[in-house]
């Protein structure tokens, strides 16, 4: 079994090394323009108020929103 690397896998690690190099950084917008008007709808299988549904709002916002200044 030949486990020396081809000139096919080779000229393609090349290839993909020079397009990474050679593409610019992209600049979006910014954290609190993307949020901003948004609606966020959680589902949470526990009825509301109980201690499940506070845990699991809290959680799934903290992980998924930024800071607020």
Do not use: N, W
């Amino acid at each position: 079994m030949h486990m020396g690397i081809t000139r096919r896998s080779a000229l393609s690690g090349f290839a993909l090394a020079a397009a990474t190099a050679v593409a610019g950084p992209v600049f979006g917008q910014s954290v609190e323009k993307f949020y901003r008007g948004k609606t966020v709808t959680l589902v949470v299988s526990a009825d509301a108020g109980t201690p499940t549904d506070v845990s699991g709002r809290i959680r799934i916002l903290t992980a998924s929103c930024p800071p607020v200044d």
